[in-house]
């Protein structure tokens, strides 16, 4: 296997992504376990090749919208780079291995849940573009699934109200995350032919409506230590520290003349703000 074989693969994949629903499957085992141990490796694992799969899935299903978006043209298949059939492969294998890997290693039940967010990603929200502007909405329930495959794995209760809202969090957060995108990429969306928020709403409407939805996200942030999620106090100051600093930051980054060149820092301000409140929960549950 050659380097362009590799990179095709991690750019199919979507690694970066696809090692963050790792994270938010690691995550719910670790809530649950309260300790790191060999069994956190398999729903993380298994997770993270399942979401490489359905990432892969993705770009055969939408190569042709891809084909008509700049910020798309470059990706493996609209450029011929790689053939369908290494993608069709490439889907089988993952998809088939991560199953295996959850159903052997972290059971039933959180297989389960990561093939409900394989159906959840292409069979609904993927479809769903097409038809409704709003489709990030239910589509968020993929960010929401992972952490309560990793809970499960650990011998939790999928429907436990701990896993629930942290499970929440992680929906909430997926809304103004992908508003952001859309409000540089908008144009792009639409001469493309899906239906966008951008035909709906101003400009500035959709810098308050992406204010109001991060609000919401760092508000069910703050929610979990009420839960007795994080009891630590230190813990529980940094993520009160970490929410109001990213407000603040998202605040005046929307605010200014030019938000559209700093949205990529906003960007990733908001994924090092969801970072920062993974690592408080694991820090918090490893030192009880």
């Known amino acids: 296997m050659n380097k362009n074989t590799i990179a095709h693969i991690k750019e199919l994949g979507k690694l970066r992504i696809s090692l963050s629903v790792a994270l938010t499957t690691f995550t719910g085992y670790l809530m649950f376990s309260g300790e790191i141990n060999d069994g956190i490796i398999w729903p993380t694992l298994g997770i993270f090749i399942l979401s490489m799969g359905s990432a892969a899935l993705n770009h055969y299903q939408e190569v042709r919208l891809d084909s008509n978006m700049p910020r798309t043209q470059q990706r493996p298949l609209p450029t ?18 991560g199953l295996s890997i959850l159903v052997w290693g972290a059971g039933w039940q959180s297989a389960l849940v990561g093939l409900m967010t394989l159906v959840w990603y292409n069979g609904i929200y993927t479809p769903l573009k097409k038809i409704t502007a709003f489709a990030v909405v239910p589509g968020s329930m993929v960010g929401a699934l992972p952490p309560v495959a990793g809970w499960v794995a650990a011998g939790g209760y999928a429907f436990d109200k701990f896993i629930l809202l942290v499970a929440f969090f992680f929906f909430i957060a997926q809304i103004p995350h992908f508003w952001l995108l859309l409000l540089k990429y908008g144009k792009e ?39 007795g999620i994080i009891q630590h106090w230190i813990f529980v100051l940094m993520l009160i520290t970490a929410s109001v600093t990213t407000l603040v930051y998202v605040s005046k980054a ?30 918090d549950q490893l030192i009880r």
């Open 189 to 227: 969306y639409e001469n493309a032919g899906l239906p966008t928020l951008t035909q709906i709403f101003s400009k500035k409407q959709m810098r308050n409506l992406t204010f109001v939805w991060f609000v919401a996200t760092a508000v069910t942030a703050l929610l979990i230590p009420l839960y």
């Open 254 to 283: 929307l605010l200014i003349k030019d938000f559209i060149n700093n949205i990529g820092k906003t960007f990733l301000q908001i994924n090092l703000y969801f970072l920062s409140v993974m690592i408080i929960i694991w820090a």
């Open 80 to 97: 011929n780079s790689v053939s369908r059939e290494f993608v069709v492969w490439m889907i089988y294998i993952t998809v088939f291995l």
